[in-house]
């Protein structure tokens, strides 16, 4: 229960807020001037304080002029238009959030739900921080460079406010943990957090997966679906690789972001919604716009708060750091505990890790897999000079109806894929002319069962994530 102060003109707007906020608990005032809030505010310093922008004396931002006044209070602006000038200056008070007129009741009642005292959210801060001393964590996040540090301010002075952010960064350079990471200091914790990857969606049914739909509203609609804006309603909503979104949709997000309103396909009913967007690329987003494959309205409306992150090229000192993180979490999961010799330390420093720290979780889970006792050297690391990841490096063409070995679990003979082929079962026949798409199901099928259907092995050998694992056994249903 707290005090909230209303600044706003209209008399029956504010009674209609009052009420609302009364409802649900808190003691309420209501000014409608500048001077009149400033009385108030002498009076008894507000916990919430919803002020309107256009005030008979004057501006609703000159109120804040003392930062001192109001250092406590939570800020939430009330404005006609989500426009991209109220976003940046949300950012700049450090607004909790914004209501767009004529105030929805449920978004009114979801903002008064999840209201944390801006003292309480610096508390916060500083235990992550402190964490971020002692470990070298900051949330999912590890790092200690440089560049890392510059991204941790960046999320801290975003997270408590309501304002879009756009994550700009290469593949593998963790964009969904820095997205988790803003959602977890932000008011909306306790609320979903939904990562959609628009680039995986197909095209058919992206706006059906986005928005929902009606039974019937096309072939095989046999029920109503709700789509991830309403699954997502009072939380975060994270979508990476935007730019792969089709241009006919970038016209309807565009349009959620500046209403909080959208339909369901097959429907006419107007939909609210209540949700933070964060979005993410690993593209240039002016080359798509020159590209004619993401609309610059768009663009600009969601680069409130971009956010560039590093490759981990780029992040001296961090792979030696990540590296030992990803050792203890197999440790934890697998029992045991190994080390990396001084020999396996030097190549991972070497390493140019294009594929980032996606590429070296996966370097450290195969190392791990195939390490015969408790130090792993260097002869399962990449070698340091790659160009490009190891899985995607050129090799001869087979002969005709030539045999693919299936990777041995034991012995250390070289590169699992270069292996000699085992007689019997780690054999599998490939006719020249087969399908590049059931190449990969049978040598992905093989290798689960020969690693007795083990699924942390069977990535680190086949050399891809546990996500592209899971995704491939679903899709085989195995």
Partial sequence: MGHALIVEDDEDSARMIGALVAREGHSVMSASSLAAARRLVAMQRPDLLLLDLH??????????????????????????????????????????????????????????????????LRAELDEVQELWRETGRFGHLIGRSQAMQRIYRQISRVAGTAVTVFLQGESGTGKELVARAVHDLSRRREQPFLAVNCGALSPHLIESEIFGHERGSFTGAERQHQGFFERAHGGTLFLDEVTEMPLELQVKLLRVLESGTFMRVGSTQVQQTDVRIIAATNRDAAEALARGTMREDLLYRLNVFPISLPPLREREGDVLLIARSFLQDLARREGGARRFTPEALARLAAHPWPGNVRELRNAVQRAWVMASGDDIDEEWLPDGTAAEPAALRARPMPPASASVPAPALNGRHGDAAAMAPDPGENRIVVEVGTQLAEVERRVILATYERCGRHKERTAALLGISMKTLYNRLKEYRQ
């Avoid at 000038?85 to 105030?103: F, M, N, Q, W």
């Fill in 55 to 120: 005030l008979p004396d004057g501006w609703g931002f000159d109120l804040l002029d003392d930062p001192q006044m109001l250092s406590d209070t939570v800020l939430v602006l009330m404005t006609g238009q989500a426009s991209l000038e109220t976003s940046i200056k949300a950012l700049r008070l450090g607004a909790a959030d914004y209501l767009v007129k004529p105030i929805n009741p449920q978004h009114l009642k979801g903002l008064l739900s999840r209201l944390i005292a801006p003292s309480q």
